[in-house]
T-cell receptor, first 117, second 114 residues
Framework: AQKITQTQPGMFVQEKEAVTLDCTYD???????LFWYKQPSSGEMIFLIY??????QNATEGRYSLNFQKARKSANLVISASQLGDSAMYFC??????????????FGAGTRLFVKA | DGGITQSPKYLFRKEGQNVTLSCEQN?????MYWYRQDPGQGLRLIYY???????QKGDIAEGYSVSREKKESFPLTVTSAQKNPTAFYLC?????????????FGSGTQLSVL
């Protein structure tokens, strides 16, 4: 069963505007972590922001913020003041217990963001 | 500099051939992971390892094998049983202690079939 759902395959945003990338997740665990990663065309994976399941405040990192709605199981990424360099693939991810004493991270299908000049 | 090194950057496989992708980290991380990425798609977990000499299957382990003989190294073998191996392979590592640990990634290996 799909555990991380990103429903927007592609998004366009005008430079300097804000954009929201959607992410919903499914888990029965009480303790989990939610992450967003950016993948430019070079293929590298860049960590953007983290939200813990017990965190009551929404996480923020510079121009990135995570809109965490626990009851709805959503963890949307908001990018403010978009820049041309924000054009990339964005992945939502969840880290949870793996049942073997360790942890694993699973990813959504991603959203490709295009920033227009 | 600490980080994860994947090699080679590009790899070609012939029909019926096994190939091995290298992943080495000097971050002193306990956990290591292999992901497969197909064009325009997300990352799917192949195998992961929390400690030396132990590893678990991920969601798409069929046709792949791994070993974890050293903490620093987690090589992935794509066997001839993997009928559609063309993809971008990413290795990652993290500490293994909690749900708040981000992944550190290598630069990836692009595997193609000749």
């Amino acid at each position: 069963a799909q555990k991380i759902t990103q429903t927007q395959p592609g998004m366009f945003v005008q430079e300097k505007e804000a954009v929201t990338l959607d992410c919903t997740y499914d888990t029965s665990d009480q303790s989990y972590g939610l992450f967003w990663y950016k993948q430019p065309s070079s293929g590298e994976m860049i960590f953007l922001i983290y939200q813990g399941s017990y965190d009551e405040q929404n996480a923020t990192e510079g121009r990135y913020s995570l809109n965490f709605q626990k009851a709805r199981k959503s963890a949307n990424l908001v990018i403010s003041a978009s820049q041309l360099g924000d054009s990339a693939m964005y992945f939502c991810a969840m880290r949870e217990g793996a049942g073997t004493g360790g942890f694993k991270t699973i990813f959504g299908a991603g959203t490709r963001l295009f920033v227009k000049a | 500099d600490g980080g994860i090194t994947q090699s080679p950057k590009y790899l070609f496989r012939k029909e019926g051939q096994n190939v091995t992708l290298s992943c080495e980290q000097n971050l002193n991380h306990d956990a290591m992971y292999w992901y497969r990425q197909d064009p325009g798609q997300g990352l799917r977990l192949i195998y992961y390892s929390q400690i030396v000499n132990d590893f678990q299957k991920g969601d798409i382990a069929e046709g792949y094998s791994v070993s974890r003989e050293k903490k620093e190294s987690f090589p992935l073998t794509v066997t001839s049983a993997q009928k559609n191996p063309t993809a971008f392979y990413l290795c990652a590592s993290s500490t293994a202690y909690s749900t708040n640990e981000k992944l550190f990634f290598g630069s990836g290996t692009q595997l193609s079939v000749l």
